[in-house]
């Protein structure tokens, strides 16, 4: 069964540095997702992508957090200058369409030193 | 409260029992979708309910939705140690932004 694949599967960096996760969504999915997992509390909506631009943010999603598709595959969330609270698991999703289930990826766990 | 609250937060059964988790959401959805997830790991998705749906079954999984009450509940039938992991439901808008609950935190004990 076709998965959504992320990496790294844990990345350390020093606070102030950017960093960039990488998502691989399945190949047919068309709606894309970055949610956040701070440990010991409940997943948090980020950002939802559609047809090449954000479509919908949450407030956590600030000028900090970008995201792109850099080809057909790939699915980025970047963030720029990074600060200890965004240490946290970092969900990759994707979904056929509106009606159909999310799928996550295992996840990117994000360590900031 | 917010979108998208399980009830219990946490729940201890024998294996062979049922579990029954409850989610209560405040605005409209889309979609209702009940995920579970293992300690460190990813969220595995277990069923998707409509917004014009009452109930779905998959296996030993029962989910039923409540528009009315603006409220779903999960139900696993003869529970196993394997069931033994964190539910979450998180709640779908039409432009596809979610919320997700606290998650219901169940022990299967064997």
């Excluded at chain 1, 350390?12 to 960093?19: A, R």
């Excluded at chain 2, 079954?57 to 140690?81: M, Q």
Aim: a negative charge; proline letters at 3%; one cysteine or more.
């Amino acid at each position: 069964e076709p998965e959504v694949t992320q990496t790294p599967s844990h990345q350390v960096t020093q606070m102030g540095q950017e960093v960039i996760l990488r998502c691989v969504p399945i190949s047919n999915h068309l709606y894309f997702y970055w949610y956040r997992q701070i440990l010991g509390q409940k997943v948090e909506f980020l950002v939802s992508f559609y047809n090449n631009e954000i479509s919908e943010k949450s407030e956590i999603f600030d000028d900090q957090f970008s995201v792109e598709r850099p080809d057909g595959s790939n699915f980025t969330l970047k963030i720029r200058s990074t600060k200890l609270e965004d240490s946290a698991m970092y969900f990759c999703a994707s979904r056929e369409d509106i009606n159909q289930p999310q799928h996550f990826g295992d996840g990117t766990r994000l360590s900031i030193l | 409260s917010q979108q998208g609250e399980e009830d219990p937060q946490a729940l201890s059964i024998q294996e062979g029992e049922n579990a029954t988790m409850n989610c209560s959401y405040k605005t409209s959805i889309n979609n209702l979708q009940w995920y579970r997830q293992n300690s460190g790991r990813g969220l595995v998705h277990l069923i998707l309910i409509r917004s014009n749906e009452r109930e779905k079954h998959s296996g030993r999984l029962r989910v039923t939705l409540d528009t009315s009450k603006k409220s779903s509940s999960l139900l696993i039938t003869a529970s196993r140690a394997a069931d033994t992991a964190s539910y979450f439901c998180a709640c779908y808008t039409n432009a596809g932004k979610s919320t997700f609950g606290d998650g219901t935190t169940l022990t299967v004990k064997p």
